[in-house]
């Protein structure tokens, strides 16, 4: 077991799986991201035509999108999200081909929180779900070792 090497322990540390975080501006943002393969070119179409369309979703559901809403989701702050966090660790696990939230995303996050209070692991191969079981012992001990290693003063 490797000792930490923390000087003040942390009474709350966060960890995050898949996160979406943006920051970006409106000009980028990009329906077929957003929504991936659901995203035909017969629905990029219709939004960019009336500003909404129907997209469906797991389970056979269909969901109203908005250009309002793509735009404040595109655009939202993350101040009120580092507000809450900027006092604990954070510690974000990314898949590399996770198709609904961007690994570029979880890069962005990082920079915005800053290397002294998050660590990042992306995880190669894994999707949004991490494929489903594949990787959960992997991660289940990644985040017990974080989780550890700073809550404990050595």
């Known amino acids: 077991k490797m000792k930490s090497r923390v ?3 942390h009474d709350t540390v966060y960890v995050n799986l898949s996160g979406t975080y943006y920051g970006h501006t409106k000009s980028e943002h ?3 991201r957003i929504w991936g393969e659901t995203c035909t070119d017969e629905k990029l179409a219709e939004y960019n035509a009336t500003g909404k369309c129907i997209m469906e979703v797991k389970g056979g559901r269909e969901l109203a999108v908005r250009a ?7 655009t939202k702050e993350l ?13 974000t696990v990314h898949g590399d081909r996770d198709n609904s939230s961007p ?3 979880a890069y962005k ?3 915005m929180l800053g290397m002294r209070k998050h660590k990042l692991e992306i995880v190669e191969g894994a999707d949004h779900n991490f494929n489903g079981t594949k990787y959960i012992d992997f991660i289940v001990s990644k985040i017990a070792w974080f989780i ?3 809550t404990t003063i050595s």
């Open 109 to 111: 996050f990082a920079e």
């Open 148 to 150: 550890d290693y700073y």
């Open 30 to 32: 990009d329906l077929k």
């Open 68 to 74: 309002e809403d793509v735009t404040r989701r595109e």
């Open 79 to 91: 101040d009120s999200t580092m507000a809450k966090i900027r006092f604990g660790m954070t510690f």
């Open 103 to 105: 690994v570029k995303s």
């Open 7 to 9: 000087t003040k322990k």
